[in-house]
């Protein structure tokens, strides 16, 4: 902004004169090429109550930035990119958000975060691995519905028709979440052939909806849990998994607070056409 202006900020912002031989301001076009966004966006910023120009021409309606605006447009998009909304960010600012309820909200959007990238990588490694860790279960509703497994590919084919009956019924998916099955009887983890005539229940995260059936609704509270991200033969999985968990456990003296989780997350590709071979798949028993 090249053009000297001499004027007064209007009433709500500073009472400060100014002219841009001593302080530089930027119009909305120089912001969005520095910041790298649309000058709609701006205006959102503006309609949100997030950031204000710093000065309106009461002529024509020419707004104008100074080096805050700027800074505060990308602390804005940062968060953005952190997966805050806009009302989020806009609540921050203004002081009204619920400190404990936000940072528990961050706190569960950061474990999804390193949960996908401990699943990444472990599709983009070696052709087998197993790696035990410490994760953070979500807290999620789920309709859950019995399992019959008979082998890994007949498992996927009942669970899409198991799908598509929820969504039809009206059901919304819960998209952070995987499907993952629940099986409370320890002892069957350790029958060669229980995999393949399991008593466990599938589970799939959905939006809690009042006004739907709540018979095979079931609401999951978030916990630490001891997991086993293993990416190799399907068969082994299925079969394997949950014992080396156990024996795992058993090693570090950890005590089961819960029943153990099959998260199928299938590393993370979804279908009934994964190689065999090339599974990845989380086991998961709360401490």
Not at 70 to 85: A, D, N, P, T, V
């Given at each position: 902004?090249?053009?000297?202006?001499?004027?007064?900020?209007?009433?709500?912002?500073?009472?400060?004169?100014?002219?841009?031989?001593?302080?530089?301001?930027?119009?909305?076009?120089?912001?969005?090429?520095?910041?790298?966004?649309?000058?709609?966006?701006?205006?959102?910023?503006e309609e949100c109550g997030y950031d204000k120009a710093?000065?309106?021409?009461?002529?024509?309606?020419?707004?104008?930035?100074?080096?805050?605006?700027?800074?505060?447009?990308?602390?804005?998009?940062?968060?953005?990119?952190?997966?805050?909304?806009?009302?989020?960010?806009?609540?921050?600012?203004?002081?009204?958000?619920?400190?404990?309820?936000?940072?528990?909200e961050l706190h569960e959007r950061l474990a999804i975060a390193q949960r996908c990238v401990d699943e990444f990588e472990a599709r983009f490694g070696?052709?087998?691995?197993?790696?035990?860790?410490?994760?953070?279960?979500?807290?999620?509703?789920?309709?859950?519905?019995?399992?019959?497994?008979r082998s890994p590919k007949d498992q996927i084919e009942y669970n899409y028709k198991k799908l598509q009956e929820i969504y039809n019924a009206g059901y919304e998916p819960?998209?952070?979440?995987?499907?993952f099955s629940i099986t409370p009887d320890f002892e069957t983890i350790y029958d060669e052939e229980s995999y393949r005539s399991d008593h466990s229940m599938i589970c799939s995260a959905i939006y809690p909806n009042e006004n739907l059936p709540m018979e095979n609704v079931v609401h999951f509270k978030s916990k630490t849990a001891f997991s086993l991200l293993y990416h190799g033969n399907s068969d082994e999985i299925m079969s394997t998994g949950g014992k080396l968990l156990l024996d795992e456990m058993k090693k570090r003296k950890l005590t089961p607070a819960g029943p153990l989780y099959g998260i199928c997350i299938l590393g993370p590709f979804f279908g009934t056409d994964i190689d065999p071979q090339d599974y990845v798949f989380r086991w998961a028993i709360p401490i």
């Open positions: 902004m090249e053009k000297k202006i001499e004027t007064h900020i209007p009433a709500g912002q500073n009472q400060k004169k100014f002219t841009t031989e001593n302080e530089r301001l930027y119009t909305s076009n120089e912001v969005a090429k520095i910041c790298k966004i649309g000058r709609t966006t701006l205006l959102r910023m710093r000065y309106i021409d009461s002529k024509n309606g020419y707004r104008y930035y100074d080096l805050i605006n700027i800074h505060k447009i990308m602390m804005y998009e940062m968060l953005q990119k952190m997966g805050l909304s806009v009302t989020e960010i806009s609540a921050y600012y203004r002081h009204e958000l619920e400190p404990e309820a936000f940072l528990e070696e052709r087998e691995s197993k790696e035990f860790s410490y994760i953070a279960l979500p807290d999620v509703t789920c309709y859950c519905f019995p399992c019959d497994i819960f998209p952070t979440t995987p499907m």
